[in-house]
């Protein structure tokens, strides 16, 4: 049986797991019509980091305004939509709410099926919209929550074989942009700041020869704060831009072995690259140089910036292999703030 019997294989995503409000109208699980992304970004950023409540009331405001501005940039009826999928997990247990409490509404109102999404296969998903996703395939995740290497044997099956042991990549980088005084999220600019500077004080690079493929990167939060900590006692100077490309140096090192290796042992036909941190141009470059150089018979797929940080379009694009595969849900669905691919 098949799920889409409309015209156009159109869904309605919504996606508040953290802190973007987003909804999108996807067609054929491969096309955007929009992807309409209200962050919340400058709200938190006095306070260093995302603050539950606030993200919450926020979505509140947001998540109507979005729904009635994507249908319009659309321009879809919800009588030509086929399902609404929504992110029930992971993420702040209040702001999900928001999005279900929404999704279910617009569902119920409209008629139409309930699609839950795990936010995680969203990311990966996200680059369906890039290349037709051809498996087995190999994705590393990294976001300000996850740093995992999944392997998808086929479409809409997840194995983690690896993960972080503390904290994730994009919270070390958040981390080590607060101890330079660096506005949240600070990836980005510890980005810009690396390319300007050189491996100088060599970091730690934690695990990189053990034979797993986990990763631990709060040895390397640690050897960056005390490093700063002790030359402020000194007085000794600084000097930032290679604070900053030592510290990213590290964590691509890894993050670029590890995922090679892995997929050297499994028998992959593609590399997905997904989640915030793959915005990061280092990580880009340097995946794509070791992929050519070692992975010849490898593709790698890199989504554009604009879908590698949270948005609804990638829910869709995995609500649309969920649906497929006869995975609804009914209004008694729940957020599930710790979803894990285990719990799927
Ligand atoms: O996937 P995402 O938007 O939200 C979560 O699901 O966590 O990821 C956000 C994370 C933040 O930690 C942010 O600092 C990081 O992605 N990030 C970056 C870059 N752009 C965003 N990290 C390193 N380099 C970047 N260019
Ligand atoms: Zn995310």
């Given at each position: 049986m098949t799920f889409f019997k409309k015209e156009r294989k159109l869904l309605v995503a919504i996606e508040s797991s953290c802190d973007e409000t987003s909804v999108a109208i996807v067609e054929d699980g491969d096309s955007i019509l929009t992807n309409i992304v209200a962050s919340q970004v400058n709200s938190h950023r006095r306070f260093g980091g995302v603050v539950p409540e606030v993200a919450s009331r926020h979505h509140v405001e947001e998540v109507t305004l979005c729904i009635e501005e994507a249908l319009t940039e659309a321009q879809v009826?919800?009588?030509?939509?086929s399902g609404v999928a929504v992110t029930y997990g992971p993420g702040l247990v209040g702001a999900l709410l928001i999005g279900l409490s929404a999704a279910k509404a617009f569902a119920w109102a409209h008629n139409l099926p309930l699609i839950p999404v795990n936010h995680m296969a969203g990311h990966i998903y996200a680059a369906n919209f890039v290349e037709p996703l051809q498996f087995p395939l190999m994705a590393l995740l990294v976001s300000g929550g996850h740093t995992e290497l999944v392997y998808m044997k086929e479409t809409g099956s997840f194995e983690i074989i690896g993960e972080m042991r503390d904290d994730a990549a994009g919270e070390a980088y958040d981390k080590v942009g607060r101890v330079l005084g660096l506005p949240y999220p600070s990836g980005k600019e510890i980005d810009r700041l690396a390319h300007q500077g050189q491996d100088t004080y060599h970091f730690p690079r934690a695990m990189?020869?053990?034979?797993?493929y986990d990763f631990s990167f709060s040895g390397l939060k640690s050897a960056f704060i005390n490093t700063v900590h002790n030359a402020q006692q000194r007085e000794e100077p600084l000097v930032i831009e290679d604070l900053a490309a030592s510290f990213q140096a590290s964590v691509i090192d890894v993050l670029v072995a590890k995922t090679i290796r892995a997929c050297q042992n499994y028998p992959i036909k593609q590399l997905v690259l997904a989640g915030g941190?793959?915005?990061n141009q280092g990580l880009r470059e340097r995946l794509n140089q070791a992929v050519e150089k070692e992975l010849s018979e490898v593709q790698l797929i890199v989504p554009p910036l604009r879908l590698c940080?949270?948005?609804a379009a990638m829910i869709g694009a995995a609500g649309f292999v969920e649906a497929e595969k006869g995975h609804l849900a009914d209004f008694t669905l729940n957020a599930t703030p710790s979803l894990t691919f285990m719990t799927l």
């Open positions: 009826t919800p009588d030509e939509l990189i020869k053990e034979p797993n941190v793959a915005a940080g949270d948005n």
